[in-house]
T-cell receptor
Framework: EAGVAQSPRYKIIEKRQSVAFWCNPISGHATLYWYQQILGQGPKLLIQFQNNGVVDDSQLPKDRFSAERLKGVDSTLKIQPAKLEDSAVYLC????????????FGQGTRLTVV | RKEVEQDPGPFNVPEGATVAFNCTYS??????FFWYRQDCRKEPKLLMSVYSSGNEDGRFTAQLNRASQYISLLIRDSKLSDSATYLC?????????????FGSGTRLQVQP
């Protein structure tokens, strides 16, 4: 079974530039998450989708971050404009149900904002 | 108060030692609990679920104490390969927000 795919693996941008990350979840998984993990901290939820609808985006900085999941499959996360404090690993995860099931993570995109 | 709290460590233990981590959660109505393992510069992966009755998988034992709102992970006969960060994970109650909530992790370093 193919895992969660993310791209790119690494990205370096200057502050105020824009960047986009892509995620392809495990086939058939209805729930998709984007997490931000800053060095030394646990992953923090940015947004959760159920199919192509948003379940929770309460911690997404909506003035600069946006995410979409068209057709309930692939998802993109965008940052515009980036700030230095956005430097982190952006992890995409998927699960087959919203209830008590394991979430599978992609390898993440390591973003450095300089 | 954080939703999920862990001692960041690091816990430095010799091979063969037994080590235990605790994690506390703030919402008494939380329903599901997990331990994830994260190796350096890798993604988190499920280590084990935590059931009310406790569960064991080889050298790993997880327990839940709902009255005190904490979960624990016990590792017996530590191996060098157990060196990693262990993330405590909680599913909140059904309030419409169902995402996994992570603690900040406890770092374990097993030494030869």
């Amino acid at each position: 079974e193919a895992g969660v795919a993310q791209s790119p693996r690494y990205k370096i941008i200057e502050k105020r530039q824009s960047v986009a990350f892509w995620c392809n979840p495990i086939s058939g998984h209805a729930t998709l998450y984007w997490y931000q993990q800053i060095l030394g901290q646990g992953p923090k939820l940015l947004i959760q989708f159920q199919n192509n609808g948003v379940v929770d985006d309460s911690q997404l900085p909506k003035d600069r971050f946006s995410a979409e999941r068209l057709k309930g499959v692939d998802s993109t996360l965008k940052i515009q404009p980036a700030k230095l404090e956005d430097s982190a690993v952006y992890l995409c995860a998927s699960s087959s149900s919203r209830v008590r099931t394991e979430a599978f993570f992609g390898q993440g995109t390591r973003l450095t904002v300089v | 108060r954080k939703e999920v709290e862990q001692d960041p460590g690091p816990f430095n233990v010799p091979e063969g030692a037994t080590v235990a981590f605790n994690c506390t959660y703030s919402n008494s109505a939380s329903q599901s609990f997990f331990w994830y393992r994260q190796d350096c510069r890798k993604e988190p992966k499920l280590l084990m679920s935590v059931y009310s009755s406790g569960n064991e998988d080889g050298r790993f034992t997880a327990q839940l104490n709902r009255a005190s709102q904490y979960i624990s992970l016990l590792i017996r006969d530590s191996k060098l390969s157990d060196s990693a960060t262990y993330l405590c994970v909680v599913y909140p109650p059904d309030t419409g927000r169902r995402a996994l909530t992570f603690g900040s992790g406890t770092r374990l370093q097993v030494q030869p």
